[in-house]
């Protein structure tokens, strides 16, 4: 069975800076996504950015990028000049693919972020 | 294009009362996946359908849960009788594709916060 794990419950940084969170998983399929969710106080789920892991180039999107370290099974969010709307909790999930893909979501245990102003 | 529906928004309950929650896709959307959400924790599977159809139930507590999607559009989730430990978020997302192998893209509902007191 796959597992995703996010070992920060908290994390805090300065409007306009950069920080980092983290993310590993464990599944013994070679083929999957990996994605990063925002969960604000709304609580909707809002997807920041995905990985497909055949692709060894490690996505962005604007300000958000992601270290993806396959053989490692990593897969870290870089969050650059970090603005108070970015404050949330974050998720990481993980999906199979191909045959074994039900579209279902197995999720980490959340990372809150705080931005300082 | 409207998002995905859920009612109530919030919901408090005496243990072993009864509880539904109600959930609306995005029309047209194939699959339908209900998440229950524990303070701290990240979302779990509770239930996924294709069209009316059971693709996963496998940790739905049966005992207690129910859920059916009459005519493949919208849901309901109940809980009958409820325990202190359900409380939780609970989540609705829907996805346009019935087919796996498809990269489909899964939109969240903002969920319902249900209190067992």
């Known amino acids: 069975a796959q597992t995703v794990t996010q070992s920060q419950p908290e994390m805090s940084v300065q409007e306009a800076e950069t920080v980092t969170l983290s993310c590993t998983y464990d599944?013994?399929?070679?083929?999957?996504?990996l994605f990063w969710y925002k969960q604000p106080p709304s609580r909707q789920m809002i997807l920041v950015i995905r990985?497909?892991?055949?692709?060894?180039q490690n996505a962005t999107e604007n300000r958000f990028s992601v270290n993806f370290q396959k053989a490692a099974k990593s897969f870290s969010l870089k969050i650059s000049d970090s603005q108070l709307g970015d404050a949330a909790m974050y998720f990481c999930?993980?999906?199979?693919?191909?045959?074994?893909?039900?579209?279902?979501?197995?999720f980490g245990q959340g990372t809150t972020l705080q931005v300082k102003p | 294009e409207a998002g995905v529906a859920q009612s109530p928004r919030y919901k408090i309950i005496e243990k072993r009362q009864s509880v539904a929650f109600w959930c609306n896709p995005i029309?047209?959307?194939?699959?339908l996946y209900w998440y229950q959400q524990i303070l701290g924790q990240g979302p779990k599977l509770l239930i996924q359908?294709?069209?009316?159809?059971?693709?996963?139930d496998s940790q739905l507590p049966k005992d207690r849960f129910s859920a059916e999607r009459l005519k493949g559009v919208d849901s309901t989730l109940k809980i009958q009788p409820a325990k202190l430990e359900d409380s939780a978020v609970y989540l609705c997302?829907?996805?346009?594709?019935?087919?796996?192998?498809?990269?489909?893209?899964?939109?969240f509902g903002s969920g319902t916060q249900l209190s067992v007191l």
């Open positions: 997302a829907s996805s346009f594709y019935a087919f796996w192998g498809v990269d489909e893209k899964l939109f």
């Open positions: 599944t013994s399929e070679s083929d999957y996504y």
């Open positions: 990985q497909e892991a055949y692709k060894q």
């Open positions: 999930a993980y999906r199979s693919r191909g045959s074994s893909n039900t579209g279902k979501l197995i």
């Open positions: 029309s047209g959307h194939a699959t």
């Open positions: 359908f294709q069209n009316n159809g059971v693709v996963d």
